[in-house]
């Protein structure tokens, strides 16, 4: 991947804010926004995966060695402070998210067969290996939808789609889930739910989209996508408070592109951004990202654009 040097960067940022910040009021500005905070690996080490909790508190990342094969751990930070080894594993962690408030967290373990990492805050039972069903293949991207249930990708006994895992009764249901296979192109990576609990969004492959990854957002239970977008990493996010969510995705060439569905309204938030979280406030993105460092984690206070 080329690497930008760091005046680029910011030069880009500043041309990337210019429309948002031009689509709302001076009412709406927010010039306290807090400078970016970056997460950068040393030597050896590749961080991925980067969640955020609801209001940007709470980070966590997986982080890989180089030299070592299969040598994975999440890491967790509270406050900016230290981060803290969460838990340590020979195979590949392909994904982490953390819950709202910051005290619960899932994770994607890959090997023979597919186990969900389910870790809790010490004192209520630690860190659980859930085994996924042999039933459900190619496992992606494990998302909370509440507090006691989480989204997972599949292609399960209801076709390929969005199935949630409810954790107090181990019932597993499809969400958005009976598409016909095609060939095995609906994903259900990156899935996600609306606010108002109506919409969800998902990843499928694409022999046309130039990624081979396209966005798509279907109501509740329909299996007609109602909206399909080119790029990847969907994820809902509320632009302002009292607004219908809008979407997040990647596009091609990695610049992290928002858009209001209702509208059409289209704007470039940042480039070079390879995955991605948002905190529930709308606040915080949490963000891998390509910089002159290489790459590297950054928390980016979105007020500055909005």
């Known amino acids: 991947m080329r690497r930008l040097g760091r005046s680029f960067w910011f030069a880009s940022l500043l041309i990337a804010s210019f429309p948002l910040a031009c689509a709302v009021d001076e009412e709406q500005s927010h010039p306290d926004a807090a400078p970016p905070f970056y997460v950068v690996p040393a030597g050896g080490f590749l961080d991925r995966s980067p969640t955020v909790d609801g209001d940007g508190d709470v980070l966590a990342w997986v982080r890989r060695r180089y030299d070592i094969w299969g ?10 402070g230290e981060p803290e080894t969460l838990l340590a594993h020979r195979g590949p962690i392909t994904s982490i998210d953390l819950s709202t408030d910051g005290g619960r967290l899932l994770g994607l ?4 067969t597919a186990r969900v990492i389910l870790w809790r805050e010490a004192g209520d039972a630690g860190a659980i290996l ?3 069903p042999p039933e459900y293949l190619t496992i992606s991207t494990p998302r909370w939808a509440d507090t006691t249930s989480f989204l997972f990708g599949a292609n399960g006994p209801d076709g390929h789609g969005i199935y949630r895992w409810d954790l107090s009764t181990g019932n597993i249901a499809p969400l958005c889930a009976r598409f016909s296979a095609h060939g095995g192109l609906w994903l259900g990576s990156s899935p ?4 108002s609990g109506r919409m969800v969004c998902m990843e499928r492959m694409s022999i046309s989209s130039t990624s081979g990854i396209e966005s798509i ?22 632009f302002l408070p009292g607004e219908d969510d809008g979407l997040l995705y990647i596009d091609s060439v990695l610049m992290l592109h928002a ?20 905190s529930a406030d709308g606040r915080w993105l949490f963000a891998d990202s390509a910089l002159d460092l290489g790459r590297a984690l ?3 206070d979105l007020r500055s654009l909005r």
């Open 217 to 238: 957002v279907c109501l509740l239970g329909s299996e007609t996508p109602a909206l399909v977008l080119a790029g990847q990493s969907p994820s809902f996010w509320r």
């Open 192 to 195: 996600g739910l609306d606010s």
């Open 109 to 112: 373990i890959e090997g023979d």
């Open 71 to 80: 040598a994975y751990r999440i890491l967790r930070m509270e406050g900016r």
């Open 130 to 132: 859930l085994d996924v």
């Open 259 to 278: 858009l209001r569905p209702g509208t059409g309204e289209e704007w470039i938030l940042l480039p070079w951004v390879v995955d991605y979280d948002i």
């Open 298 to 300: 950054i928390l980016f």
